[in-house]
């Protein structure tokens, strides 16, 4: 936690191109998970468009075709391609990180599902939510930090989500196996992992690598998947005919990633880590069930949380 919150110029409805005009990433190489839709896509547009060579990491490649296309025919563009990655599977992570050649300057953790509305487990045993969203990334994390230590000056971005907020991790219970499986547990408590994640980065990686979380906001995009009309129009986002309708302050996708790219590249986040973002800025603490929207929750931040959670994946990815 730190004593004065780091502000940047950036209001809530800038885009990512915004937050990166006039940064010029040629040389430098990132990994966009989920980068083929929503706000990864956006993200890889963002950092390709300011130079970076950009490997969307999917589970899909082939989906990422039209965005690569895209980015080949835009001047000044970095390179992009797309290589296949399964976060849920262990064996998947492992392939990525065997075919990773050379340094990498920016890993975002994007890729993410939400609210499963039946518990499934992954290929680890894992929940299938935390499995996807934070298994699956801290093996990435890890497993690239060679690649990482190379850069010098490394950056983990994860995003996270406001969803963290009244989850703490629970250790006792991770795959709801005493429990009932609630899909929003389970999608928050993913979340809370994450921003561990970034938390743990700081302090068990060393070698220049720094890492931070994120909440992008409220975004329409594939990621509702999972919910049904009935929930939508709850939220509501959608109207009587079934059409998507967002609310005000919901934001569009090239709004959502500019937070993402901010963390990832941005000069005004040299050095800084293991801290939380929202609407370019950096976050106040708040209790859990505190009304006011928005803030990270102490439980997401805490440094004894994240080690032991950094312990808990080690001892599964070893099997
Ligand atoms: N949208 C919002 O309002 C909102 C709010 C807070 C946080 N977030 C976070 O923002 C991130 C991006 O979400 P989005 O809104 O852009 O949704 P999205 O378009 O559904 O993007 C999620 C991406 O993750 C990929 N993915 C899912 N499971 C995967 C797996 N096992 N291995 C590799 N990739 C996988 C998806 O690929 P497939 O197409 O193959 O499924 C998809 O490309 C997520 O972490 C989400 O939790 C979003």
Known sequence: MTDKLLTTPFTDRATAGEVLAGVDLSGRRAVVTGGASGIGAETVR????????????????????????????????????????????????DRFVRDWDGPLDMLVAN?????????????????????????????????????????????????????HRDTPFDFADPHFTR???????????????????????????GDGITANALNPGYILTRLQRHLDDDTMRAFGVMDADGNLTPLPFYKSPAQGAAT??????????????????EDNQEARTVRGDEDRPGGVAGHALDPVAADRLWEVAEAALRG
């Open 46 to 93: 963002a950092l390709a468009g300011a130079g970076a060579e950009v490997t969307i990491a999917a589970r899909r490649p082939d989906a990422a075709a039209p965005l690569v296309r895209d980015l080949a025919a835009l001047p000044g563009a970095g390179p992009v391609r797309a290589a296949p990655l399964d976060l849920s599977e262990p064996a998947s992570v």
């Open 179 to 205: 429990r009932p499986y609630d899909p929003w547990t389970a999608y928050g408590r993913s979340k809370t992992a994450g921003v561990l994640l970034a938390v743990g980065v700081g302090r068990r990686m």
């Open 260 to 277: 993402s790219v901010l963390l990832a590249a941005s000069p005004l986040l040299d050095g800084v880590t293991g801290r939380y973002f």
């Open 111 to 163: 890729a993410g599902i939400m609210a499963l509305p039946e518990r499934v487990l992954a290929p680890s045993g894992w929940e299938m939510q935390l499995a996807t969203n934070h298994l699956g990334h801290f093996a990435l994390v890890t497993g690239l930090h060679t690649a990482l230590r190379a850069s010098g000056s490394a950056r983990v971005t994860v995003v996270s989500s406001g969803a």
